[in-house]
């Protein structure tokens, strides 16, 4: 009999998989360590699905999500062939991988020459989304992690050239903007340019924009190398149906439409995302609640000592005083406060913290002052 280990690929034994936040079941946790929104679905979204609950589900859903690609459309000012919709903006960014960038290693390697490097390269900044180096490993495609500026800033393309780790011509680059886990908004201006500089496809993942100044979506209709990565979880307290998108050239959304599954939609998540976007005055009044209590979290931490950088997302990054980062997750949780420790060494001086409720956000402030009233007495 074969050991299942024999069975499996070298490249999957040695993977490092994707490490998602905590989602414990705890009575009284105030959860902020995964940027859900801390504010239920619209009434009209919730009676959606419900309604849907019925004999229908023995029935595949739309094979493209047809309903929700038309709506966007009519939302972003393109026609439905710019859209594809998936299991997540984690699965479109996973086609991404399989579709645009050539497997290095493994037993789909096609290339072994230094020169034919860059169609098997993934190209990301560090910090920022932790799934982009996951799926590279996973595709067998190599990495260029290249680190952003001083406080999590973008350089420009000159600085890019200068410091010649950046490859533009990489098969796939993915910038997070705004920037996660830093929450540090980027210039369309600036990201405009660097998309004009790379030779090989972009993806802007703008996960968090609905809660930032300016967004890019204008990129992915203006040049054939740009998709914009869209999703229905944060912004649209839908984690929990999985729908995601990428808006960009309709050969490119044809490409990656040819090897996503079937349905990769399910179509309760497809149902949800269609009413969502006949309701967005309910999520843009949520965006604005969701900002300011991001403000005064800011200010308060901020008077208590933390080191707040500013954001543009629904979390913060926050440098706390007196103890290190990975001892005020224990501190914190100790007090059933949930908030998220990064130990990648660019940003584990910080916490990183979801913005819920006001009353989440009190919560957490008057937990700190008793943290660092305890450690003065
Ligand atoms: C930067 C970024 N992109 C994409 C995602 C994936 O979101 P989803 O798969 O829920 O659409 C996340 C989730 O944490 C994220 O932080």
Redesign the pocket.
């Known amino acids: 009999m074969p050991k299942p280990q024999s069975l499996i690929r070298p490249l999957v034994r040695d993977l490092h998989a994707y490490v ?2 905590e989602q414990p079941k705890i009575k009284g946790l105030v959860k902020l360590n ?2 859900e929104n801390p504010y239920p679905p619209s009434p009209r979204v919730l009676a959606a699905v419900r309604a849907a609950v019925d004999g229908r589900l023995r029935l595949y859903p739309n094979p493209t999500a047809l309903a929700v690609r038309e709506k966007l459309a009519r939302l972003h000012g393109c026609a439905p062939e710019n859209i594809i919709v ?8 996973a086609l991404a991988v399989r579709c645009f960038v050539e497997p290095s290693r493994g037993s789909n390697a096609i290339f072994g020459k230094q020169a034919d490097r860059a169609r098997a390269t993934v190209q990301y900044f560090t910090p ?2 932790s ?1 982009y180096p996951v799926l590279a490993d996973i595709h067998g495609a190599a990495k260029n992690a290249v680190p952003l500026k001083s406080d999590f800033d973008l350089p420009g393309v000159a600085e890019l050239k200068l410091g010649k780790e950046w490859d533009f011509k990489a098969a796939l680059t993915f910038v ?1 903007t705004p ?3 830093s929450g540090r908004g980027y210039k369309t201006a600036e990201l405009e340019k660097l998309c004009c500089a790379q030779k090989g496809l972009v993806v802007l ?4 924009v609905d809660f930032a100044e300016e967004n890019a979506l204008k990129l992915a209709l203006k040049f054939p190398h740009v998709l914009v ?6 912004a649209y307290s839908l ?1 929990f149906q ?3 998108y990428f808006v960009g050239h309709p050969e490119l959304i044809a490409a990656l439409d040819k090897i996503r599954d079937s349905y990769n939609v399910n179509g309760l998540g497809q149902i949800a995302a269609a009413a969502t976007l006949d309701d967005l005055k309910f999520y843009r009044a949520n965006f604005k609640k969701i900002i300011s209590t991001r403000e005064w979290l800011s200010r308060e931490l901020t008077r208590l000592g933390f080191r707040v950088l500013p954001s543009q997302t629904n979390f913060i990054l926050a440098k706390p005083p007196l103890f290190p980062a990975k001892d005020w997750l224990q501190k914190l949780r100790k007090q059933k406060i949930l908030v998220r420790w990064f130990s990648a060494p660019e940003v584990k001086v910080y916490l990183r913290i979801t913005i819920g409720t006001p009353a989440e956000a009190e919560v957490l402030v008057r937990a700190v002052c008793k943290i660092l009233a305890v450690s003065k007495s």
Do not use: H, M
């Open positions: 998602p936040g995964t940027n998936g299991n997540g903006s984690d699965e479109v960014l920022s989304y799934l997070t920037n996660a886990p993942d703008e996960a968090y990565a869209r999703t229905f979880s944060k984690c999985r729908v995601g």
